[in-house]
């Protein structure tokens, strides 16, 4: 009977040491194969978690429990133009959405345009949003400097305007205090009342780069229109969103008398869906840059089973001595499983110990990555080196036990 | 001690049947020093692989201090050559890179013992087989010929076995040296140990009180050996 002790854990452990310090070359380049999978599976999966989370944030950021509502596309008989290009939701819409939805937090009407902004010699081409004050609740929006556009603004159709870091950085230049500047829209003086806290972003739809005005002040000095070009609901939690939306859905219908929502003029998307969407993206993202590493795991296991293969061969003198001298067959299968198990794990380690380490640095260098190391992948990538250095070590060691002892000392 | 009972060993290749040993029958007793000798092909390592339990035979019975040998499994034989049968085999069959204490402690392994004992024991036997304390720490190649076959005598008493099955012992040793290896054979017979040398050689074979020659699978003679070198002859009298 296999009798385990700790005289039996001490000698395997002796022999195991013995055996990969006998061929030292080749033991660390075995460990540097896994070394590699593992440090790959590490650093792969937490620069696709990363990924996911930024997205996730950036997402986020824009508002938490968020609906937008837009509007539909214009139709002019049977042609139909763009989505969102349509004039059909207006200020009542607003009001009569704020009376009469249960469960929502704040609502934010916004018409939208490009203008050219000029203050002081200084010009640049941005947004400019006219809105209510509820906005900054609905798109989380936080203050640094001054304040957000208040009900009194709404009220008088002040001309004050509030910007956004970029557009402070375009107008006045990095680090001045923009309250009480004059900036000029459309020809029309505007008051900077307040700057918003930097969102971090780029691109087209900046959410640093723009300006907010209060809703009255822009219909009344820069588009006379009474249409909006979005409206931006809050719901007060995740949960009802689905509930808000309906609701929503069964005002907007009735208000424009239409009876099948198929026609509906308007669109709603909720944020949920985009987180969704970007998290089944990145997700394959992970998956792909995980299976990529998966391999490189795979090709180390392979490896490690290759060495063992090679060490049975080589040591099938050794074999057969310790089979005549009474060694038993489960020890000698122990032993290699043992040694194939424990290149794994010096392996997997020190793979771990490279991959966080990689995780951390490449950031540094490469500014737009960022990782998450998450424990998940570790233990992963612990189990799976775990496992590819007894299922790699297996057969070696299988095929070392059933040597006969008479052919195992006559090889040559 | 030993009892052996038409021994039979065939190996079957295709439709050829061939009897490495047909009807053997014989006993060892204690304290004996036995050769068994025969040209190549004889037999002699298929007798040896079976008395040395690595092998079980097509028919017959093998009886080792009372116990029927020819009927045990893998594990069952393991066991038994740990406790009754230590070997030294012609090419020494040390650990390479490895230290001679390692060397001897090897059958140790996975037994309940302490480092401690091991490590005594293992001297205990090296100095038995007469090896110099001196080199107890070196590496097993970077002994002599000599010395490695006295460290494979260590290690093949470590377990204090019934029989000490030596196959062809000087095969790869020169012949001073070779005498040496079989003068410390003599000196563990002297001690009471039994020992059975397989060998080709007659002048080997000649170190041992019996000699079982055989030819063909079948035991040609056995006959008690009165060649004994004469020094040795001197120190038996």
């Known amino acids: 009977m296999l009798y385990v002790s700790c005289f039996m854990i001490q000698d395997l452990f002796k022999e195991t040491l013995w055996a990969l310090t006998g061929n030292k070359v080749r033991s660390s380049l075995t460990i540097l194969g896994i070394v590699i999978g593992i440090a790959s599976v590490i650093t792969m999966v937490s620069i696709g978690q990363g990924a996911q989370s930024s997205i996730e944030k950036n997402i986020q950021s824009i508002g938490s429990n968020l609906i937008m509502i837009s509007p539909g596309a214009q139709k002019s008989g049977m042609i139909m133009g763009g989505r969102g290009g349509a004039q059909t939701l207006k200020i009542s819409d607003v009001e009569a959405i704020r009376n009469e939805t249960e469960g929502i937090i704040g ?13 002081k010699g200084n010009n640049t081409n941005t947004r400019v949003i006219g809105t209510s004050p509820d906005y900054s609740t609905v798109r989380n929006i936080e203050i640094d400097l001054g304040v957000f556009i208040t009900d009194q603004h709404i009220k008088k ?29 459309k020809n029309v003086d505007f008051e900077v009342v307040g700057m918003t806290v930097s969102k971090g972003g780029s691109g087209f739809n900046n959410a640093d780069d723009v300006i907010y005005v209060p809703l009255t002040a822009y219909q009344h000095f820069l588009s006379d229109s009474d249409y909006v070009s979005g409206i931006n609901i809050a719901a007060e939690s995740q949960e009802i969103m689905t509930s808000v939306q309906e609701q929503i859905t069964e005002i907007l219908l009735r208000l424009h008398k239409i009876e099948d929502s198929v026609d509906a003029d ?29 391999i490189s795991l795979l090709v180390g296991g392979i490896g490690i089973m290759n060495m063992m293969l090679t060490t049975v061969t080589e040591r099938t003198r050794e074999i057969g001595l310790r089979k005549a001298v009474g060694i038993k067959k489960i020890y000698i299968n122990l032993q290699f499983l043992a040694e194939a198990i424990m290149l794994t794990f010096i392996g997997g380690t020190l793979g771990i110990f490279l991959g966080w380490i990689a995780s951390i640095i490449i950031p540094k260098f490469a500014t737009s990555i960022s990782t998450e190391i998450s424990f998940g992948s570790i233990i992963l990538a612990f189990s799976v080196s775990a496992g590819v250095g007894i299922v790699f070590g297996f057969y070696p060691a299988r095929r070392a036990a059933n040597l006969s002892p008479i052919e195992a000392l006559r090889y040559e | 001690m030993i009892s052996c009972k038409n021994l039979t060993k065939i190996y079957q290749n295709g439709d050829t049947k061939t009897f490495a040993l047909n009807n053997v029958s014989f006993e060892i007793s204690e304290g004996e020093f ?19 339990a690595l092998d079980n035979p097509t028919s017959g019975e093998y009886f080792l201090d009372g116990r029927e040998v020819s009927k045990l499994n893998d594990d069952e034989l393991s066991e038994l050559r740990k406790n009754k049968i230590g070997f ?48 107890f720490q070196n590496l097993s190649n970077q002994l002599s010929g000599g010395q490695m076959q006295r460290v494979a005598i260590a290690r093949a008493l ?5 029989i000490i099955l030596a196959d062809e012992p000087t095969g790869n040793l020169d012949t001073k040296t070779s005498r040496t290896v079989m003068e410390a054979l003599r000196e563990l017979n002297k001690k009471g140990h039994t020992i059975i040398l397989i060998t080709h050689e007659m002048d080997v074979a000649n170190y041992a009180n019996r000699i079982i020659f055989v030819r063909d699978g079948i035991i040609e003679k056995d006959e008690i050996n009165n060649h004994i070198p004469y020094n040795m002859q001197q120190e038996t009298k």
């Not at chain 1, 609502?107 to 203050?119: C, G, H, L, Y």
């Not at chain 1, 709603?268 to 995980?290: H, K, W």
């Not at chain 2, 204490?101 to 037994?111: A, D, G, I, K, S």
């Open chain 2, 158 to 162: 470590i377990n204090n076995p019934s």
């Open chain 1, 266 to 294: 308007f669109s709603i998307t909720n944020q949920t869906d985009i987180i969704s969407t970007a998290s089944s993206i990145t997700g394959t993202l992970t998956i792909l840059l995980s299976s990529i590493a998966g």
């Open chain 1, 157 to 185: 159709s002040s001309k004050v305007a509030v910007l956004g870091p970029t557009t402070r950085d375009d107008l006045f230049g990095e680090g001045i205090d923009p309250v009480g500047k004059v900036i000029k829209i």
């Open chain 2, 88 to 135: 030294v085999f012609q090419s020494f069959n040390l650990l390479p890179r490895t230290t001679v204490l390692r060397n001897v402690m090897l059958p140790l392994l996975y037994t309940k013992t302490t480092n401690q004992e091991r490590l005594e024991r293992a001297k205990q036997c090296l100095h038995y087989a007469g090896m110099e304390e001196n080199k």
């Open chain 2, 34 to 52: 036995v050769s068994i000798i025969g040209p190549s092909g004889s037999g002699k390592s298929t007798l040896m692989h079976i008395l040395g």
């Open chain 1, 107 to 119: 609502v934010a009407p916004e018409i939208s345009d490009r203008n050219q902004i000029t203050a």
